[in-house]
């Protein structure tokens, strides 16, 4: 019943700037970790940041200092708020989520739908 949805994606000149959204909705005890992936064509899906429930947060080499992830605990969403991008940017971006449903249930990896981004002049 869990779900993640993302939003946000679309085309973008190098050298911009977009803002990827996640919610999570449905049943919902806890939320653990948040993390955006990506995935290019050709290529397996990475990591591109994480960020867990008390604030810890680590990203990819090939997007620190132009990339930020953050969350709203109160909204269950998490961003992605991207700048300087670049082509090799370009991929589908997928939001995961370790989520709880019930207190007396166990948890669940979550994979929203994908978004994607596209960096081209």
């Known amino acids: 019943q869990v779900q993640l949805v993302e939003s946000g994606g679309g085309l973008v000149q190098p050298g911009g700037s977009v803002r990827l959204s996640c919610a999570a909705s449905?049943?919902?005890?806890?939320?653990?970790?948040m993390a955006w992936y990506r995935q290019a064509p050709g290529k397996q899906r990475e990591l591109v940041a994480v960020?867990?429930?008390?604030?810890?947060?680590n990203y990819a080499d090939s997007v620190k200092g132009r990339f930020t992830i953050s969350r709203d605990n109160a909204k269950n969403t998490v961003y992605l708020q991207m700048n300087g991008l670049k082509p090799e940017d370009t991929a589908v971006y997928y939001c995961?989520?370790?989520?709880?449903?019930?207190?007396?249930?166990?948890?669940?990896?979550?994979w929203g739908q994908g978004t994607q981004v596209t960096v081209s002049s």
């Open positions: 995961n989520a370790d989520i709880r449903p019930t207190a007396l249930f166990k948890w669940y990896n979550s």
């Open positions: 449905g049943s919902i005890f806890s939320i653990n970790h």
């Open positions: 960020i867990t429930s008390d604030g810890s947060i």
